[in-house]
């Protein structure tokens, strides 16, 4: 019986055993090896419908691996020999032509396996689809020039086919891969544009469309165009067929740019024109194109034609309208005569307000002709499209020649009442660009301030931002424009920064046109004293801001200022310092302070103070814990109050003082560095601090902009430090193998990175590091953990805190949430269950990759939703600064009460190490990993029940 026992005990030991041997990794190496089977292609004995079948299902799954290429393509070729099917083969034509593009296809024999085929081959569809394919392969081997010399001679033998589609696929052939060496003669050249030339009136409006692509292909590979193609691409411009004229317009505009002062002859006249001026009247013409897609690329042409003479672009903005033969004048020339005569019809003369001209019947032309109201019908366009490019353009030709400019002025401030959103801010956009030409009217402020009615953000923010550049004509304009923003303010009380930052730059631009209004604003009266006004009112303070810029430049006004106007003049330059200039009280020069050097050298004492703070804790490797710990705690204390004080300074201060807490908190791991490696310090404890340098680290990687190699890599050594510190107390305290070894595997890999990242940028390391990097043999030893644990030991006794210098001036991301504004009191109600949207208005400042932002969500549930913004959403202001105008989707189940929902931007995490090591080697739960942006936004929301 016991030997029984002992039998059983060894069997079940030996089972053990076992079970421990085999290694699940070279299982999953294994299969990873294995061919997708999804990209196999099985073709022997299917039918012609059954091999469609397959050929569309293969295609599907492309691109193929390529250790599978060479098979697949044997494959194809292989059946296309038995194929009887041209639908089929066409297809197999096709797919050759798709596997080209593989990276490692040897073009050339593919190339002759094609051109077999072809010999072969009766069908013309598919014959059309194989010189398709040998396009492809063609550009595939861009430096091969004996295979595209020999491509090209076969499609100029097949030329002579009656089949449009080998005809169309042959000239598109020439006109990727026909040769564009400078070696190559002029005569060589010419007679490849005539031979594409001699099909621009070939009978199939497809081949005419792709001779014309060839001969742009050919243009922007190099080859000079003859300007003999300019007659046959004018009169391209009446083909009945949309791709002919398209592919006209474009050899129309490439030729009055290369031969711009050239003398052309005008149809039926003996009169010459330059081939600029006649190719933009051509393209003119356009505008009135049947198709959308013509009108919008000759509206989005005629913007690069800046060599056209001043009277062409002129006729572009006239245009008649008549009625009983009658000239009627447009709203805005109406409002414009108005304006200059500054009386209305009186009634008392007889006829004065009778019509000025009377039109002869018989010279009335009723066509188009020339560049005649090309703008003004691209502007009235049914197109939005038409209508953008067309305000493109203007925009462009207006920058080039001020006199156009002044013209186009009232068609601009017309397009202020489109009713698409993008046409309005095209507008504006536009009109702002031209600020420095132009002098608004009265008659043209009364549509513009239109817009700040408007409901979207957008529309209103960049009205604003249009009215800080331009210059208006009479102090009448000001006015009106200080009132609108004042009715936008009450309108929109959320508008109120955007506003005073309005009136901050109208105040210091039209300081001259603010002076005769100022008893106005300041409400002040010769004979009676007028109370005075509460600073809580925003409408007050954005006076005050215009005022107060105004007088910066003009200080006449000073003396009319009242006692209580200097004492909110001295709260506002406390609170919004950036809106208010410094002013020089003019009785008593010590009221203000008059020295506009004080601010620069207030940032120059802050520098000061944070390099001093640096070259304090050069030493602090050297120090000992203790007293490397307070001298850690006095400079994170003042860095902190640095950040507070100097807006110039405040990036540096925060990084260095982010820098400086992660190596207080490496002190308060050394000090527990004794009861790691015995196991007296569990998992958990040590991991609270290990996740804090993590945070930070993290933080300093994703949010600053500027830092420098040696910055990162000392960043990156921090996180070496708190992962070794987690790493030697996994081994210490953790008695599963499994858990050791994973530890194990993300340390060395996270070792192994940070390697590369050292050796690529030739940065320096300090002495722990150097250790760790010299034991890499050892510490992928998975065998023995002992020897590991030793080096760590070894490694843990050279940690020590260091300093970050810092060299690099570095900026910070953050982001302005303008909409939602702050917590109402009034409700978002929903239907519990569905959706509610809530727009979402945003700016990001020092942003190198906007596509990591996302839009976080916190339900009072404690559920949290991340919502990545669509790209049309994002808007580019400049290098690194965007905005974001978007709706967020909210949905949430019945609630009894109304609660708050919390809406930030948030960043993801650009360091791995957070993501990655938190969930795994930490044992976290998050998901993910990211940072807030700027501070949360409340929105109270009230999802209610159906009622049925």
């Not at 600073?535 to 107060?548: G, K, Q, T």
């Not at 007088?551 to 009319?560: D, E, F, I, K, Y």
């Not at 559920?863 to 965007?882: E, F, M, N, R």
Request: aromatic share 6%; with cysteine.
């Amino acid at each position: 019986m016991a030997a029984l026992l002992k039998k059983r005990a060894l069997a079940e030991f030996s089972h053990v055993i076992q079970e421990e041997a085999p290694k699940p990794v070279k299982k999953l190496r294994l299969i990873q090896r294995v061919p997708d089977p999804g990209v196999q292609l099985f073709l022997q004995g299917l039918s012609s419908q059954e091999a469609l079948q397959a050929l569309l299902k293969f295609e599907a799954n492309l691109p193929v691996p390529s250790g599978n290429l060479g098979i697949v393509i044997r494959t194809l070729l292989e059946h296309y020999e038995k194929e009887k099917e041209a639908l089929v083969r066409s297809k197999i034509a096709a797919l050759l032509g798709k596997l080209a593009k593989i990276p490692g296809i040897n073009a050339e024999n593919m190339s002759d396996e094609v051109i077999n085929l072809m010999s072969k081959e009766e069908s013309q569809k598919v014959k059309g689809q194989l010189i398709a394919s040998l396009t492809v392969i063609g550009q595939s081997a861009a430096c091969q020039r004996n295979l595209h010399k020999q491509l090209v001679s076969i499609a100029r033998q097949n030329l002579t086919s009656d089949y449009h589609n080998v005809r169309s696929n042959c000239l598109r052939l020439i006109g990727c891969l026909e040769s564009c060496d400078q070696v190559k003669s002029e005569t060589e050249t010419n007679n490849t544009q005539k031979m594409l030339e001699s099909f621009f009136q070939d009978q199939d409006p497809r081949v005419r469309s792709s001779a014309f692509e060839a001969l742009l292909n050919l243009h922007e590979r190099g080859v000079k165009i003859d300007q003999s193609s300019y007659t046959s691409a004018w009169e391209a411009l009446n083909d009945d067929y949309e791709g002919v004229r398209l592919a006209a317009i474009q050899i129309v505009w490439v030729l009055c740019h290369l031969y711009p002062e050239s003398k052309v002859c005008v149809p039926d006249s003996d009169e010459e024109l330059r081939l600029v001026d006649d190719g933009f009247v051509k393209i003119c013409n356009m505008i009135n194109d049947i198709s959308v897609n013509v009108r919008t690329k000759a509206a989005s042409l005629l913007g690069s034609l800046h060599l056209v003479n001043a009277r062409f672009l002129e006729q572009t903005l006239d245009k008649k309208l008549m009625s009983n033969m009658r000239r009627k004048k447009t709203s805005s020339e109406r409002a414009k005569d108005n304006f200059s005569s500054g009386v209305w019809s009186t009634g008392q003369k007889w006829a004065d307000d009778a019509p000025k001209e009377e039109l002869d019947p018989e010279s009335i032309n009723l066509m188009n002709i020339g560049a005649c109201g090309a703008f003004v019908h691209g502007l009235e366009d049914e197109f939005a499209e038409v209508r953008n490019c067309t305000l493109d353009s203007i925009c462009e030709l207006a920058s080039q020649n001020a006199a156009f400019a002044v013209l186009c002025q009232d068609s601009l401030a017309d397009m202020f009442n489109d009713e698409i959103e993008s046409v309005r801010l095209n507008a504006i956009n536009s009109l702002k660009k031209l600020s420095q030409h132009l002098e608004i009217r009265e008659d043209q402020l009364d549509i513009m301030l239109g817009v700040l009615q408007d409901f979207s953000y957008v529309s209103r923010e960049s009205l604003r931002g249009m009215l800080c550049d331009m210059r208006y004509a009479t102090k009448e304009c000001l006015k009106s424009c200080v009132v609108a923003l004042l009715d936008n303010l009450r309108r929109y009380p959320e508008d109120r920064v955007s506003i005073w930052k309005c009136m901050h730059h109208l105040g210091k631009n039209c300081s001259s046109l603010a002076l005769p209004l100022l008893p106005e604003f300041l409400c002040l009266h010769p004979y009676f004293d007028t109370p005075e006004p509460e600073m809580d009112d925003p409408a007050y303070i954005s006076i005050l801001v215009l005022v107060f810029n105004a007088a910066s430049g003009n200080r006449t006004a000073l003396p009319m200022f009242q006692e209580h106007t200097w004492r909110h003049y001295s709260y506002l330059r406390d609170t919004i310092p950036d809106l208010v200039p410094e002013l020089q009280h003019p009785d008593n020069f010590n009221v203000i302070e008059t020295d506009k050097t004080v601010k620069k050298d207030e940032s120059d004492l802050t520098s000061m103070f944070i390099k001093s703070t640096i070259d304090k804790l050069s030493d602090l490797n050297t120090l000992d814990t203790s007293t490397a710990k307070q001298l850690l705690e006095t400079s994170v204390r003042d860095l902190q109050r640095v950040t507070e004080l100097d807006i110039n300074t405040s990036a540096s201060a925060e990084c260095i003082c982010l820098f400086l807490q992660s190596q207080l908190l490496i002190t308060q791991l050394i000090t527990q560095h004794a009861y790691i490696l015995t196991g007296s310090v569990t998992v958990n404890n040590l991991t609270v601090l290990v996740d804090k340098v993590l945070d930070i680290t993290n933080r300093l990687q994703t949010l600053f902009l500027g830092l420098g190699r040696q910055d990162l890599s000392l960043i990156k050594q921090t996180e070496l430090k708190a992962l070794t510190f987690n790493f030697g107390s996994v081994l210490a305290n953790s008695q599963e193998l499994v858990t050791q070894m994973k530890a194990q595997e993300l340390y060395t890999t996270y070792l192994t990175n940070l390697q590369k990242f050292l050796s690529t940028h030739d940065t320096q390391t300090d002495k722990f590091t150097t250790y760790l990097l010299s034991e890499m043999t050892v510490l992928k030893n998975n065998n023995q953990l002992s020897m590991v644990q030793n080096v760590l030991h070894s490694a843990l006794k050279l940690v020590a805190p260091c300093t970050c210098p810092l060299l690099n001036k570095v900026q910070k991301t953050y982001a302005v949430i303008h909409e939602p504004a702050k917590m109402s009191d009034n409700p978002i109600k929903f239907t519990a269950g569905l959706t509610a949207a809530v727009t979402l208005v945003a700016d990001i400042e020092n942003i190198s990759r906007v596509e990591n932002v996302r839009v976080q969500v916190k339900y009072p549930d404690t559920t949290t939703s991340l919502i990545i913004p669509q790209s049309c959403d994002i808007h580019k202001k400049t290098a690194l600064s965007y905005r974001i105008s978007s709706h967020i989707l909210m949905s949430h189940g019945h609630w009894s009460e109304s609660c708050t929902v919390e809406i930030v931007l948030v960043l993801m995490a650009s360091s791995e190490v957070k993501t990655k090591f938190k969930s795994k080697l930490l044992c976290s739960d998050d998901e993910s990993d990211v940072i807030e942006l700027c501070k949360p936004i409340k929105v109270l929301i009230s999802p209610k029940q159906h009622k049925r």
